[in-house]
């Protein structure tokens, strides 16, 4: 079983809100990388850190912020929450170097 | 950067025949390239990969094919069942975490 985890699995925010979604990555992996992936649609790329510094981005506006930890677990921030934004946020971790990314369960906002 | 391609976007076989998924990339350094598999509301799971030393891979009833030169790769399932049906993303990246691009993905539909 996978070892990256994502909570929470279900999230229903109001339009204009903030929320936080949250990862942990697999042991011995320092790389996290977020992903959108809305539904009927490939995961689209958002940003991705390596030991806590951001390394990418790809074409998110600057509301979508994030975090890495020492630990390497990783936080997700959406600002200004806009009805679009609903959609499966899923985390992938790696132990680097473009080697296999392992994809936690996702969690699955809805903005209404 | 990167784009990926994929096609076809549905596909219906009929079960015990072979299904065959392509893909185009157009970042030339691009070596590594993962296949996913996605069932509904689950993660994406890594079935099989490839590096651009290679030119085919294979495992059990999956195999994968790459064509450097044509920027092309494909995934090959052979002996379908009824548990093979889901949602197929090919990906493309560089080596030394950078993101993966993923393709629209291929619904595969085995009828029994």
């Known amino acids: 079983e996978t070892g990256v985890t994502q909570s929470p699995t279900h999230l229903i925010k109001t339009r204009g809100q903030q929320v936080t979604l949250r990862c942990s990555s697999q042991?011995?992996?320092?790389?996290v990388s977020w992903y959108q992936q809305a539904l009927g649609q490939g995961p689209q790329f958002i940003f991705q850190y390596y030991r806590e510094e951001e390394n990418g981005r790809g074409n998110f506006p600057p509301r979508f912020s994030g975090l890495q930890f020492p630990n390497y677990s990783s936080e997700l921030n959406v600002n200004a929450l806009e009805l679009d934004d609903s959609a499966l946020y899923l985390c992938?971790?790696?132990?680097?170097?473009?080697?296999?990314?392992?994809f936690g369960s996702g969690t699955r906002l809805t903005v209404v | 950067g990167e784009n990926v391609e994929q096609h076809p976007s549905t596909l219906s076989v009929q079960e015990g025949d072979s299904a065959v998924i392509k893909c185009t990339y157009s970042?030339?350094?691009?070596?590594?390239f993962p296949w996913y598999k996605q069932e509904l509301g689950k993660r994406p799971q890594l079935i099989i990969d490839i590096r651009s030393n290679v030119g085919e891979k294979k495992d059990q009833r999956i195999a994968v094919t790459l064509n450097k030169t044509a920027k092309h790769f494909s995934l090959h399932i052979t002996e379908t069942q009824p548990e093979d049906s889901a949602v197929y993303f090919c990906?493309?990246?560089?080596?030394?975490?950078?993101?993966?691009?993923f393709g629209k993905g291929t619904r595969l539909s085995v009828i029994a």
């Open positions: 042991s011995g992996h320092n790389t």
């Open positions: 990906a493309a990246t560089r080596s030394g975490n950078t993101p993966l691009v």
């Open positions: 970042d030339s350094a691009s070596n590594y």
């Open positions: 992938a971790s790696s132990p680097g170097q473009g080697l296999g990314y392992t």
